[in-house]
């Protein structure tokens, strides 16, 4: 079955050190994987997402992910942290019994706090 | 730009009473979805729909229906509120075959 572990349910950074949110899953087929982020009291907001067409793939507000087949990892990184990117990170990966449904399987959540 | 709307940002009922949850998308989307969110445990799906008139069981039905009548529209039904079921409650809708969600803004409820 497809699951989706983040290590780290909470991440403190200072502003302007790189961001290391670690996202590993496991997956019978290829996967599409995903991250979202969350802000205070709003739904979520997808960063990037990952359909084999690139292993480092590019996302929103400086973020990106490597996809790592044999680690079977998808961490997320941003070089320099921004009192902005505090928020609720979400890693997800496709559920393969239901892919005409895009039903996605998500982690347990990073909270990344940003030190001044 | 996608948007998926939710009836309401705060709720508050009493055990036992009926509650509705209305979402509405306004991109033609197939799928629909309706997770609840809890501190530590990530969010977990309710219900999902891949058509009119469709659904399918998530992880955790239990205690809740839902309804979809339209396709633009979703609906999330407690039939009996209780007080485990006070969380964040979020609607979010897809196209077919590994498109990513889109989420509204969530509803907060809570149950006394």
């Known amino acids: 079955a497809q699951s989706v572990t983040q290590l780290g349910s909470h991440v403190s950074v200072s502003e302007g050190a790189l961001v290391l949110l670690r996202c590993n899953y496991s997956s019978s087929v290829p996967p599409y994987l995903f991250w979202y982020v969350q802000y205070p009291n709003q739904g979520l907001q997808l960063l990037l997402k990952?359909?084999?067409?690139?292993?480092l793939v590019k996302g929103i507000n400086g973020f990106e992910a490597e996809f790592k087949k044999s680690e079977t990892s998808f961490h997320l990184t941003k070089p320099s942290a921004h009192m902005s990117d505090a928020a609720e990170y979400f890693c997800a990966v496709s559920d393969p019994r239901y892919s005409s449904a895009s039903k996605i399987i998500f982690g347990s959540g990073t909270r990344l706090s940003i030190r001044p | 730009d996608v948007k998926v709307t939710q009836s309401s940002r705060y709720l508050v009922k009493r055990t036992g009473e009926k509650v509705f949850l209305e979402c509405v998308q306004d991109?033609?989307?197939?799928?629909m979805f309706w997770y609840r969110q809890d501190p530590g445990l990530g969010l977990r799906l309710i219900y999902f729909?891949?058509?009119?008139?469709?659904?399918e069981k998530g992880d955790i039905p239990e205690g809740y229906s839902v309804s979809r009548e339209k396709k633009e529209r979703f609906s999330l039904i407690l039939e009996s509120a209780s007080t485990n079921q006070t969380s964040m409650y979020l609607c979010?809708?897809?196209?077919?075959?590994?498109?990513?969600?889109?989420f509204g803004p969530g509803t907060r409820l809570t149950v006394t």
């Open positions: 991109m033609d989307h197939e799928n």
């Open positions: 729909s891949y058509d009119v008139k469709m659904k």
């Open positions: 979010a809708s897809s196209f077919p075959q590994g498109y990513e969600q889109y």
């Open positions: 990952y359909t084999s067409a690139a292993t």
